[in-house]
């Protein structure tokens, strides 16, 4: 049966030249997963790499930096990231040597906003105890440069750097951004993206949460595990 496309008709392929391009747009695909390294990325929500809510062991990227990869651990289950240390060299040091000497164990995810984003590594939230109102206004004592790269944006699955009014005052907080938030280019410094567990986060910012966007029963991050592979 025909078609129209802008207008024009066009006919349908038969099924002989329907099975040829198949088989062409088949090996397209491959040619395009093998180039794209071992995962692949959509930016749109509701498609997602891995879902697992447990990290596994996976294959090492050649040439991938040391410490380009972090497993997320919550209460929840477990969010993968690799990093981007070339493109924000100082905001991914600081988060690395947080995760690594403890700093992020059992803070809560303090602000969730569905739709939009899950913020956590504010040390007032330790155990999901203190002051409620003082959440969200902590950080590690130690402040980082705001790093933007063209090449990176706070699309779904990304994750930024945190920061009060001044550009320069990111320090341990950290969010996943769960859509394609445009307006926060160019002001906050994206310096990894979510490559298993995208689920984890979109189930994070389903809780429900109080009129200040805290979760009333509080989501932990357990622990994160800096690595070299994924």
Known sequence: MPHTFGGKK???????????ITRIAAAAIVA???????????????????????????????????????????????????LYPSAAPKTVANFVNLS??????????????????????????????????????GGSGKTVPLEINSTLH???????????????SGSS????????????NGQYTVFGKVISGIDVALAIGKVTVNSTKQPVTPVFVTSITIQDTP
């Not at 959509?42 to 697992?52: K, V």
């Not at 706070?154 to 320069?168: I, V």
């Open 173 to 184: 907080q950290f969010y996943i951004n769960l859509a394609n938030n445009t307006s926060l």
């Open 32 to 82: 395009i997963i093998a180039g794209a390294g071992l995962y692949i990325y959509i930016s749109n929500q509701g498609s997602t790499t891995q879902g697992s809510t447990s990290c596994t062991t996976g294959t090492l990227v050649l040439g991938a930096p040391k410490g380009t990869y972090a497993k997320i651990n919550t209460s929840l289950g477990c969010i993968e990231v690799q």
């Open 100 to 137: 690594r000497t403890g700093f992020y164990n059992n803070l809560v995810w303090h602000r969730i906003v569905a739709g939009f984003v899950i913020q956590t590594g504010d040390p007032n939230t330790r155990n999901g105890g203190g002051n409620r109102s003082l959440w969200g206004t």
């Open 154 to 168: 706070n699309d779904y699955g990304y994750l930024g750097m945190a920061r009060s009014t001044d550009p320069n």
């Open 10 to 20: 066009v006919k349908e392929p038969g099924a002989r030249k329907r099975k040829i």
